[in-house]
Nanobody
Framework: QVQLVESGGGLVQPGGSLRLSCAAS????????MVWYRQPPGKQRELVAF???????NYADSVKGRFTISRNNAKNTVYLQMNSLKPEDTAVYSC?????????WGQGTQVTVSS
């Protein structure tokens, strides 16, 4: 079992920054990829970025150049640094851990970009 806890969401003005954290615990050795998703109000969930166990990363076109995914293995934590935030980035952000047998989800954290 893997447990995920997100933090770092909040209200920010357009152009501002936030850093989301996703702390993992449990059988973390089985995780081969960590993914950030978001679900804007009234819309479907979409992939934002992921980082694999090899360290390779990938981003949605809508966030390339603005968001950065990283990890701290010592803290078992994955981060999503979000810069130059736009109102359309408003969403519930959730982290997802992929293992060979199961996907795990955190509870989500709200990010609101508004003036």
């Amino acid at each position: 079992q893997v447990q995920l806890v997100e933090s770092g969401g909040g209200l920010v003005q357009p152009g501002g920054s936030l850093r989301l954290s996703c702390a993992a615990s449990g059988t973390i050795f089985s995780i081969y990829r960590m993914v950030w998703y978001r679900q804007p109000p009234g819309k479907q969930r979409e992939l934002v970025a992921f980082i694999s166990s090899s360290g390779s990363t990938n981003y949605a076109d809508s966030v390339k150049g603005r968001f950065t995914i990283s990890r701290n293995n010592a803290k078992n934590t994955v981060y999503l640094q979000m810069n130059s935030l736009k109102p359309e980035d408003t969403a519930v952000y959730s982290c997802n851990a992929l293992t060979p047998s199961k996907n795990y989800w955190g509870q989500g954290t709200q990010v609101t970009v508004s003036s």
